[in-house]
């Protein structure tokens, strides 16, 4: 079964508004991650936060995560239509798993 | 372009056939790792390699799945006798050696449809 789920599942903006996608999670992590795809191709890193840290900046991208919720939001400020893709959060377990665990995603559309 | 390459990009195959991927990783990345992706949802993991070694088989990794890297490079997955519910998306990723996944890399992926 999947660690993560993201909410919502499907995210539809005009450029320049801001959208914010969600992630719960079940069980103790190292870090998580956020990956961008766009459709037919594979993913690519956007962001990683630690369970030590609550907030992290990368350009137009702000991650928060909140361990005592077991919950991760990204926010992806001033979209642009280059930003349309689905966004997915991916969890290293704790305890010496080495693998990654991804939700099932968000569909973001940014229209121009 | 991440650097990591899967050949071939799409597969057609008849139900029952083998169906052989390949997957070069990195070259300075000694974790291989094997995922199947369907229509609408996330990457699954099936399994992962340190080096040569398989280190984990998910339970989705029937039977009929196997997979190798010999000598600890490129890597291939095989699929015996396919099967409809086999159609997906198999990507591949790769990551630097250390004890926790800081960043995967990943292919473009194959995209299997079993008719």
């Known amino acids: 079964s999947q660690q993560g789920e993201e909410d919502p599942q499907a995210l539809s903006i005009q450029e320049g508004e801001n959208a914010t996608m969600n992630c719960s999670y079940k069980t103790s992590i190292n870090n998580l991650q956020w990956y961008r795809q766009n459709s037919g191709r594979g993913l690519v890193h956007l962001i990683l936060i630690r369970s030590n840290e609550r907030e992290k900046h990368s350009g137009r991208l702000r991650v928060t995560l909140d361990t005592s919720k077991k919950s991760s939001s990204l926010l992806i400020t001033a979209s642009r239509a280059a930003d349309t893709a689905s966004y997915f959060c991916?969890?290293?377990?704790?305890?010496?798993?080495?693998?990654?665990?991804f939700g099932a995603g968000t569909r973001l559309a940014v229209h121009p | 372009d991440t650097g990591v390459s899967q050949d071939p990009r799409h597969k057609i195959t008849k139900r029952g056939q083998n169906v052989t991927f390949r997957c070069d990783p990195i070259?300075?990345?000694?974790?291989l790792y094997w995922y199947r992706q369907t229509l609408g949802q996330g990457p699954e993991f099936l399994t992962y390699?340190?080096?040569?070694?398989?280190?984990?088989k998910s339970r989705l990794l029937s039977d009929r799945f196997s997979a190798e890297r010999p000598k600890g490079s490129f890597s291939t997955l095989e699929i015996q006798r396919t099967e409809q519910g086999d159609s997906a998306m198999y990507l591949c990723?790769?990551?630097?050696?250390?004890?926790?996944?800081?960043?995967?890399?990943f292919g473009s992926g194959t995209q299997l449809s079993v008719l």
């Open positions: 390699f340190q080096n040569e070694a398989q280190l984990e």
């Open positions: 070259s300075e990345h000694n974790r």
């Open positions: 990723a790769s990551s630097l050696p250390g004890g926790k996944i800081e960043k995967l890399f």
């Open positions: 991916a969890t290293e377990l704790s305890g010496g798993y080495n693998k990654l665990i």
